[in-house]
């Protein structure tokens, strides 16, 4: 069998990002405990170790967002170097020269040479939980697709085409429907390309809850066991007809509804009206019907279970950032997350205002402390 190949960061500097002018952190294979007031910048440094994957980082920021406020350019910079299975690998990203230009991308370097963003994929997956994911299943579907569209994206890349083409078609047929074109043929062609998009997304969906759901209904130590299932007219088609009749419905609905989508907008039917649902199983009800500390725990649960997931498909250990959530726990499901980490040999950061609640690592873990984006003496555990 092949072994599991180590992930973790050497080094990780920042140049004008957020509220840092320079910074620089270098650590060992361990996990990482950032603690500091509210408003250090322990988060910003999750966020920029969040844009080693393909996309916009926890939370979701535009380029010109990284650059510090008040340091008069818009050019930043996050660079690592990562041991992969033992192999330094030095990684890049930023920009060199923001223009007012709406399609500035952020620019990526592996090992010193510029390659697309997907390329990030293929050395490292990176997963997190920041507070404002307790709301997630107390806000509308729409966040919870973006969850769960994020955790399949990480597992097949090709996901996020699907999803792009999809958006794109979609935003292009509710023009022409709202401008009255009479270009039918086109807005024909669009709604073929939902229609295919729309059961490739599905599809890739289903394929990774298949894979995901036996390790999330196993339950993880003292996390509770979850299952994530997806409701919808294009999943009871999927699940009736064969796969060519129900793209063929799809179709016909789409036609069947111009009138209505070009009041609107969107459509009807389709993978951007899924429903996610997570079922507790031992309090036996969906998670918005759970306590507030029980959503956390599911939450955590899964993404415990996509971490193992990952070790066990793509044979390499993630990295891992929780921002704020261990004071969020009960002593017991803390020291379970400690135990899952460590029984998983993942580098996980965390960040936290109390380092209290983090001493039972010891010397499982290394501790540092930020003041106003600065790195003070390393706390002796």
Same mark, same amino acid.
């Given at each position: 069998?092949?072994?599991?190949a180590?992930?973790w960061?050497?080094?990780?500097?920042?140049?004008?990002?957020?509220?840092?002018?320079s910074?620089?952190?270098?650590?060992?294979?361990?996990?990482v405990?950032?603690?500091?007031?509210?408003?250090?910048g322990?988060?910003?440094?999750?966020?920029a170790?969040s844009?080693l994957?393909?996309?916009k980082?926890?939370?979701?920021?535009?380029?010109?967002?990284?650059?510090?406020?008040?340091?008069?350019?818009?050019?930043?910079?996050?660079?690592?170097?990562?041991?992969v299975?033992?192999?330094?690998?030095?990684?890049?990203?930023?920009v060199?020269?923001?223009?007012?230009?709406?399609?500035?991308?952020?620019?990526?370097?592996?090992?010193?040479?510029?390659?697309?963003?997907g390329?990030?994929?293929?050395?490292?997956?990176?997963?997190?939980?920041?507070?404002?994911?307790d709301?997630?299943?107390?806000?509308?579907?729409?966040?919870?697709?973006?969850?769960?569209?994020?955790?399949?994206?990480?597992?097949?890349?090709?996901?996020?085409?699907?999803?792009?083409?999809?958006?794109?078609?979609?935003?292009?047929?509710s023009?022409?429907?709202k401008?009255?074109?009479?270009?039918?043929?086109w807005?024909?062609?669009?709604?073929?390309?939902?229609?295919?998009?729309?059961?490739?997304i599905?599809?890739?969906?289903?394929?990774?809850?298949?894979?995901?759901?036996p390790l999330?209904?196993r339950?993880?130590?003292?996390?509770?066991?979850v299952?994530?299932?997806?409701?919808?007219e294009?999943?009871?088609?999927?699940?009736?007809?064969?796969?060519?009749?129900?793209?063929?419905?799809?179709?016909?609905?789409?036609?069947?509804?111009?009138?209505?989508?070009?009041?609107?907008?969107?459509a009807?039917?389709?993978?951007?009206?899924?429903?996610?649902?997570?079922w507790? #199983?031992?309090?036996?009800?969906? !998670?918005?019907l759970?306590s /507030?500390? +029980?959503?956390?725990? $599911?939450? %955590? &649960?899964?993404?415990?279970?996509?971490?193992?997931?990952?070790?066990?498909?793509?044979?390499?250990?993630?990295?891992?950032?929780?921002?704020?959530?261990?004071?969020?726990?009960?002593?017991?499901?803390?020291?379970?997350?400690?135990?899952e980490? #460590?029984?998983?040999?993942?580098? !996980?950061?965390?960040?936290? /205002?109390? +380092?209290?609640?983090? $001493?039972? %690592? &010891?010397?499982?873990?290394?501790?540092f402390?930020?003041?106003?984006?600065?790195?003070?003496?390393?706390i002796?555990?």
């Amino acid at each position: 069998m092949q072994e599991t190949a180590s992930c973790w960061i050497k080094n990780l500097m920042l140049q004008n990002f957020r509220g840092y002018d320079s910074f620089c952190l270098e650590t060992d294979h361990r996990s990482v405990v950032l603690t500091g007031q509210n408003g250090a910048g322990k988060t910003n440094v999750l966020e920029a170790l969040s844009l080693l994957m393909p996309g916009k980082g926890l939370r979701r920021a535009k380029p010109q967002d990284f650059a510090r406020v008040g340091s008069g350019s818009q050019n930043w910079s996050v660079s690592v170097t990562m041991s992969v299975s033992h192999e330094d690998v030095h990684v890049g990203t930023g920009v060199q020269s923001l223009t007012e230009s709406a399609d500035e991308r952020r620019i990526v370097k592996i090992n010193h040479a510029v390659s697309p963003q997907g390329a990030l994929s293929e050395w490292v997956s990176v997963f997190w939980q920041t507070p404002q994911m307790d709301r997630l299943f107390d806000e509308g579907m729409s966040v919870q697709r973006k969850f769960l569209d994020r955790l399949v994206t990480t597992f097949f890349p090709t996901h996020a085409q699907h999803l792009y083409r999809y958006e794109h078609a979609l935003r292009e047929r509710s023009r022409l429907l709202k401008e009255g074109t009479s270009e039918i043929k086109w807005v024909e062609i669009l709604e073929a390309t939902l229609a295919q998009e729309a059961f490739a997304i599905l599809s890739l969906r289903q394929v990774f809850l298949k894979e995901l759901n036996p390790l999330c209904k196993r339950g993880i130590t003292k996390f509770p066991s979850v299952e994530l299932s997806l409701k919808g007219e294009l999943e009871n088609w999927a699940e009736t007809m064969s796969s060519l009749d129900a793209e063929e419905k799809f179709q016909r609905s789409l036609q069947e509804s111009r009138a209505y989508d070009a009041q609107f907008g969107g459509a009807k039917v389709g993978p951007h009206q899924t429903q996610v649902k997570v079922w507790h #199983e031992a309090a036996g009800k969906f !998670a918005e019907l759970c306590s /507030t500390g +029980e959503q956390k725990a $599911l939450l %955590l &649960g899964i993404l415990l279970a996509n971490c193992r997931l990952h070790m066990g498909h793509h044979q390499r250990r993630p990295l891992l950032l929780l921002d704020e959530v261990v004071a969020h726990l009960d002593d017991v499901r803390r020291e379970s997350l400690f135990e899952e980490i #460590e029984n998983l040999k993942i580098q !996980a950061w965390f960040t936290g /205002t109390d +380092e209290s609640v983090f $001493l039972t %690592l &010891g010397e499982k873990a290394q501790f540092f402390n930020i003041h106003r984006a600065k790195l003070m003496p390393k706390i002796v555990n």
